[in-house]
């Protein structure tokens, strides 16, 4: 079965502050997907990123970076000198890569809450 | 270019009504997702499409809700009869459902209250 574990249900940081927000995820599938959500007090759903598991390079988008590691199914998203629009949750999100038909599965969230 | 488009964006209805639920997918995508949303549940997927067929449905709670595809352009998530315990936000997304890129895209919600 598939599982994305997200253990921050709540995060507050004051801006400027560096925050990573943990992923953990299970799956027997040897070839998946992995995806960041982000979705503002507004409450839509903006996809982030995605990364496919046999590309294991760590991504640099701007202000966000996401940490890849599959030896510990992890995949760390890290927000540097966060800032006030950054406050949103944020769900880690697993798919799988078999078919077209694969469900995408998501993570319970982490809130994060950035403090001017 | 048009994103997920679904309506109604809130909705208010008393105990017992039927509530229909519309999604506009993006153009050219197969794949059709119903979401919901709690605060108890967190994101749950409800029934999922591909080219208008339903492939899994195992996430509808029970048979009161029923979800439609007709056409490529357009789905209905109908709850009858509607229960205060319905009360959620319902995310409709699409994908292109091919296997190389499955990365979905929400719509902004359609906000349920029963009442």
């Known amino acids: 079965a598939q599982k994305v574990t997200q253990a921050q249900t709540e995060i507050s940081v004051v801006e400027k502050e560096d925050v990573t927000l943990d992923c953990v995820y299970e799956?027997?599938?040897?070839?998946?997907?992995l995806f960041w959500y982000k979705q503002p007090p507004s409450g839509e759903l903006v996809f982030l990123i995605r990364?496919?598991?046999?590309?294991?390079q760590n991504e640099i988008s701007g202000r966000y970076s996401w940490n890849f590691q599959k030896s510990t199914s992890s995949f760390n998203f890290t927000i540097t000198a966060s800032q006030v629009v950054d406050s949103a949750v944020y769900f880690c999100?697993?798919?799988?890569?078999?078919?077209?038909?694969?469900?995408?599965?998501f993570g319970p969230g982490t809130s994060l809450s950035v403090i001017p | 270019d048009a994103g997920v488009i679904q309506s109604p964006r809130h909705e208010v209805t008393e105990m017992g009504q039927e509530v229909t639920l519309r999604c506009k997918p993006i153009s050219g995508h197969n794949s059709l997702f119903w979401y919901r949303q709690t605060m108890m549940r967190g994101l749950e997927l409800l029934i999922y499409f591909n080219n208008n067929v339903p492939i899994d449905d195992s996430g509808m709670p029970e048979d009161r809700f029923s979800a439609k595809m007709p056409n490529a352009s357009f789905s209905t998530l109908k709850i009858q009869p509607s229960e205060p315990r319905d009360s959620a936000v319902y995310f409709c997304a699409s994908s292109t459902g091919q296997v190389t890129g499955n990365t979905i895209y929400f719509g902004e919600g359609s906000w349920l209250t029963v009442v």
């Open positions: 990364r496919n598991s046999f590309d294991e």
């Open positions: 999100a697993l798919s799988g890569y078999k078919t077209s038909y694969d469900k995408v599965i």
């Open positions: 799956t027997r599938d040897t070839t998946y997907y």
